[in-house]
């Protein structure tokens, strides 16, 4: 196979040319064996920015509807803004869904219908309670800035199927999530295992159509390519210049690949309108368009894809400090019919058995209000997450939180353990997926973390 810089060096149709060419030996988004049979071979990851409450969602606690208004009885743990008022009990009803009667609130009528693939983890702790760094265990394992985000690890592990597009791949719906960019970063490991960002624009990214002629393309290319691999004679295996030999040709495939996979005039008119590309809103029809486009780059073999929410609510996002009856609802619109959509075409599909979903956020929200005009502050101590297809066991809650709630008390896990389980999944384990930087061996899961068992489907 002829190699990526040859290639480069040698082509004479140019950038767009460089589509055609298949992944080197030595590349790192070259396939690579897991450690054992995976049960999935794709992932994406649903991210909910601020703080869904798991007590309005997916958790129901009839104890908050008996003490609406009363005094919170329980010892409360300081919060973000130490504005706590009396117990406030749910606005909205849940409903005890499919064969497996798994309740799911008035917010989700679309996500009920898919309840038996559901897997729900009700018993979820964060170490933070802060925004950023709540998003960054969430993505990286750790409260620190510049570490590896999942997408990353998965990618540096597995490497992707396709050729033509990034291994980890962003589809921003309009907020990046507090913490910014840094969530999707490669950190340590080698800058190809980074997430792309795509947008929600017309192209989805910015400078896929040349500048100039194919033949200008081709000589500026080789000019650079010429430069790099001198760079890279004088001083050594070098990361970000080898990296950015790989991207050349990736970038030259891309400028054909993304806009094939954006177009989604080749869909049914049936599929776009389940995905709600004609709904009246707005943020149904961004999120729609990119649950649709996640279907569409995991079809085409990308290895992990990321969502994050529209602005729907300004940038509160699911952050529902105060008026939560007015928050929710609006983001709940926004994702419920894409959502349900998304699993029903991926198992239409026969996508969903090797594509694991998962939808998290980064806390919950507390059982009591804050000040007294119907919001909630943020709580570590208790919040719900759900996966679906892959491997996982569907049609079951795993753990609980208390009558209020308020703390996980019942097969307690943390970000850790779902790191350990989505990596056990696609058939890592997560304690031999590591990268020796700084004098000592990294992984997601830094020493700890645990694979929860009991979500995992036999077979």
Same mark, same amino acid.
């Given at each position: 196979?002829?190699?990526?810089?040859?290639?480069?060096?040698?082509?004479?149709?140019?950038?767009?040319?460089?589509?055609?060419?298949?992944?080197?030996?030595?590349?790192?988004?070259?396939?690579?064996?897991?450690?054992?049979?995976?049960?999935?071979?794709?992932?994406?990851?649903?991210?909910?920015?601020?703080?869904?409450?798991?007590?309005?969602?997916?958790?129901?606690?009839?104890?908050?509807?008996?003490?609406?208004?009363?005094?919170?009885?329980?010892?409360?743990?300081?919060?973000?803004?130490?504005?706590?008022?009396?117990?406030?009990?749910?606005?909205?009803?849940?409903?005890?869904?499919?064969?497996?009667?798994?309740?799911?609130?008035?917010?989700?009528?679309?996500?009920?219908?898919?309840?038996?693939?559901?897997?729900?983890?009700?018993?979820?702790?964060?170490?933070?309670?802060?925004?950023?760094?709540?998003?960054?265990?969430?993505?990286?394992?750790?409260?620190?800035?510049?570490?590896?985000?999942?997408?990353?690890?998965?990618?540096?592990?597995?490497?992707?199927?396709?050729?033509?597009?990034?291994?980890?791949?962003?589809?921003?719906?309009?907020?990046?999530?507090?913490?910014?960019?840094?969530?999707?970063?490669?950190?340590?490991?080698?800058?190809?295992?980074?997430?792309?960002?795509?947008?929600?624009?017309?192209?989805?990214?910015?400078?896929?159509?040349?500048?100039?002629?194919?033949?200008? #393309?081709?000589?500026?290319?080789? &000019?650079?390519?010429?430069?790099? *691999?001198? @760079? +890279? %004679?004088?001083?050594?295996?070098?990361? /970000?210049?080898?990296?950015?030999?790989?991207?050349?040709?990736?970038?030259?495939?891309?400028?054909?690949?993304?806009?094939?996979?954006?177009?989604?005039?080749?869909?049914?008119?049936?599929?776009?309108?389940?995905?709600?590309?004609?709904?009246?809103?707005?943020?149904?029809?961004?999120?729609?368009?990119?649950?649709?486009?996640?279907?569409?780059?995991?079809?085409?073999?990308?290895?992990?894809?990321?969502?994050?929410?529209?602005?729907?609510?300004?940038?509160?996002?699911?952050?529902?400090?105060?008026?939560?009856?007015?928050?929710?609802?609006?983001?709940?619109?926004?994702?419920? #019919?894409?959502?349900?959509?998304? &699993?029903?075409?991926?198992?239409? *599909?026969? @996508? +969903? %058995?090797?594509?694991?979903?998962?939808? /998290?956020?980064?806390?919950?929200?507390?059982?009591?209000?804050?000040?007294?005009?119907?919001?909630?502050?943020?709580?570590?101590?208790?919040?719900?997450?759900?996966?679906?297809?892959?491997?996982?066991?569907?049609?079951?809650?795993?753990?609980?939180?208390?009558?209020?709630?308020?703390?996980?008390?019942?097969?307690?896990?943390?970000?850790?353990?779902?790191?350990?389980?989505?990596?056990?999944?696609?058939?890592?384990?997560?304690?031999?997926?590591?990268?020796?930087?700084?004098?000592?061996?990294?992984?997601?899961?830094?020493?700890?973390?645990?694979?929860?068992?009991?979500?995992?489907?036999?077979?």
């Amino acid at each position: 196979m002829i190699g990526r810089r040859h290639f480069l060096t040698s082509a004479f149709g140019g950038f767009g040319a460089l589509a055609f060419a298949g992944l080197a030996a030595g590349s790192p988004m070259a396939v690579r064996k897991p450690h054992f049979r995976p049960r999935a071979r794709h992932v994406i990851f649903l991210f909910m920015d601020g703080g869904m409450s798991h007590i309005d969602t997916f958790d129901p606690k009839p104890r908050l509807a008996a003490e609406h208004g009363q005094r919170f009885p329980l010892k409360r743990e300081a919060t973000q803004f130490d504005s706590n008022g009396p117990v406030m009990a749910s606005p909205w009803d849940f409903q005890e869904c499919g064969q497996s009667g798994l309740p799911i609130s008035d917010l989700f009528p679309n996500l009920r219908k898919e309840a038996d693939a559901l897997c729900i983890v009700r018993s979820m702790t964060s170490k933070s309670a802060l925004h950023a760094t709540a998003n960054f265990w969430m993505h990286t394992g750790t409260n620190m800035l510049g570490r590896p985000s999942m997408g990353s690890w998965v990618t540096y592990a597995l490497g992707s199927p396709s050729e033509n597009l990034p291994g980890f791949v962003v589809l921003n719906s309009g907020v990046v999530p507090v913490g910014g960019v840094d969530n999707f970063k490669s950190g340590f490991l080698p800058a190809a295992f980074e997430g792309s960002i795509l947008t929600n624009g017309d192209p989805p990214l910015p400078n896929l159509k040349p500048s100039g002629t194919i033949e200008r #393309q081709r000589r500026q290319i080789e &000019l650079i390519v010429r430069q790099d *691999r001198a @760079l +890279l %004679d004088r001083i050594g295996p070098a990361d /970000a210049v080898e990296t950015a030999l790989r991207n050349y040709e990736l970038a030259a495939a891309m400028q054909t690949a993304v806009p094939e996979m954006a177009n989604i005039s080749n869909e049914s008119a049936a599929t776009r309108k389940a995905y709600g590309l004609d709904h009246q809103n707005e943020h149904t029809r961004i999120y729609g368009r990119n649950c649709l486009l996640a279907r569409r780059l995991v079809e085409r073999g990308v290895r992990f894809v990321e969502l994050t929410m529209p602005r729907v609510d300004g940038d509160n996002r699911w952050d529902a400090h105060s008026k939560i009856k007015d928050n929710h609802p609006k983001n709940a619109n926004a994702i419920d #019919q894409p959502i349900a959509a998304l &699993l029903r075409d991926l198992r239409e *599909r026969g @996508l +969903l %058995d090797e594509t694991l979903v998962v939808c /998290a956020t980064e806390f919950g929200r507390t059982p009591f209000s804050q000040s007294n005009d119907g919001g909630r502050d943020h709580n570590e101590f208790g919040f719900s997450v759900w996966m679906a297809g892959g491997g996982v066991r569907p049609g079951m809650a795993h753990g609980a939180t208390d009558e209020y709630g308020y703390k996980a008390v019942e097969d307690v896990c943390d970000i850790h353990d779902l790191h350990a389980t989505v990596l056990y999944l696609l058939g890592l384990d997560h304690e031999l997926l590591t990268f020796r930087f700084g004098g000592r061996d990294h992984r997601l899961t830094d020493v700890h973390g645990r694979v929860l068992r009991k979500l995992v489907n036999a077979g």
